[in-house]
């Protein structure tokens, strides 16, 4: 399931277009809009109740120019209007998604997917971005929409920045359709079908060998999203989930891989149910059996479930660790006295370097940064100490 969007003008059209050719199926959720306000229908009558008739026009259909003109410039009559069509339209989608074939590519064409907070219940968004020169531009060629008016449909979505904090990919639409097309070709081949062959052989994403990169200020925003996912997949449930391992401390060069730490009452509460919705979500369990190394060496090990990712651009290790238990202090504490304290930092961050260069397999490295946790762990407890930390 693939949210697209994009501001009014943007191109998000052509890209679903593109996608369709390709074999995805694609759901308009402006075409729905239209569909559940057709003459005769409750959607109509509701939005007639509610602006009068002279949303109609001659025909007795929708006049979509007049009610655009009364609800975009009026936030109120705006989510007026919401609260009439989005139940409709989110109704008729599910039952479109439902008949897709149980191997598609549902590409969900959804123009205030930000706006209605929509992007968790994807398993990646897509947005395209145009500079606002060229959208306004566009608007008044293919729409006949005249400047002021176009403006003001702009300013009443989200703008690109909050476009992009939701966004795991953005295509950019200034060049022209072919270059958007040679765009949407390479998320399709080199994402979007191993994406979804990952979903139904319920195959997580490890990277073989260790390479420290350098620290991405995008780490945290990555995290947040994939937290929203990971948090709307178990809901009702309102489990602790954190951003924890080295992605998590800002300014520290890493592994490009997010650790994300869930909390569970007990390890049976990550079996069963949880893992097959996290799985649907796209964070299958790694087979096999997972623990932390305890500390001190000798005292029995740290069980834990262990989750990866299905789409291969985006690598994460889910930790699922019980509540309270010394794996999941241990990570909430490393990482906040790296946070706190920069000098640790760049010492840690040294040594790290100097394992991977030695031991670059991802299983051997694990192994081998063993006594480097260790002695920072001592450290961590001292400061945990002086300061009051609590997890």
Request: aromatic letters at 4%; hydrophobic letters at 45%; charged letters at 25%.
């Amino acid at each position: 399931m693939v949210g697209l969007t994009g501001g009014i003008g943007s191109g998000k059209s052509a890209a679903g277009a593109r996608l369709a050719e390709l074999g995805a199926v694609v759901i308009d959720a402006d075409r729905i809009a239209r569909e559940v306000v057709a003459p005769g229908t409750e959607g109509l009558a509701e939005i007639v109740e509610a602006f009068s008739d002279r949303v109609l026009d001659a025909d007795g259909a929708l006049d979509r120019a007049a009610l655009g003109a009364m609800v975009f410039s009026d936030e109120a009559a705006r989510r007026r209007l919401e609260a009439i069509t989005h139940p409709r339209v989110r109704a008729r989608t599910a039952e479109l998604a439902a008949a897709a074939p149980a191997d598609a590519i549902v590409v969900n064409d959804v123009p205030l997917l930000v706006e209605v907070g929509l992007a968790p219940t994807y398993h990646l968004v897509v947005v395209v971005q145009t500079a606002v020169p060229i959208r306004l531009a566009r608007l008044a060629r293919h729409r006949g929409m005249d400047r002021a008016e176009a403006e003001r449909r702009i300013a009443a979505q989200a703008d690109d920045a909050r476009r992009r904090a939701a966004a795991d990919v953005v295509l950019t639409n200034d060049a022209g359709l072919a270059e958007l097309h040679t765009e949407v070709d390479a998320l399709w081949h080199e994402r979007l079908l191993p994406y979804a062959a990952n979903l139904r052989e319920r195959r997580a994403v490890r990277p073989p060998r260790v390479e420290l990169a350098t620290a991405d200020p995008a780490w945290p925003q990555q995290y947040a999203r994939l937290a929203a996912r990971i948090r709307h997949a178990v809901a009702p449930a309102d489990p602790r989930i954190d951003h924890v391992g080295s992605t998590a401390v800002p300014g520290l060069a890493a592994k490009d891989v997010i650790d994300i730490q869930l909390a569970v009452p007990t390890l049976a509460d990550a079996d069963g149910p949880l893992a097959e919705r996290l799985a649907a979500a796209g964070f299958p369990r790694l087979p096999g059996e997972w623990w932390d190394s305890p500390r001190p060496a000798g005292s029995g090990r740290w069980e834990k479930r262990l989750h990866g990712s299905a789409d291969p651009a985006r690598p994460v290790n889910l930790h699922i660790r019980a509540v309270d238990s010394p794996g999941w202090r241990y990570a909430l504490l490393l990482r906040d006295h790296l946070r706190a304290d920069p000098g640790r930092r760049a010492a840690y961050l040294l040594l790290r370097r100097e394992l991977a260069a030695s031991a670059p397999e991802s299983t051997t490295y694990a192994t081998a940064t063993d006594p480097c946790f260790d002695e920072e762990l001592l450290r961590a407890e001292v400061w945990a100490a002086q300061t009051g930390w609590r997890p």
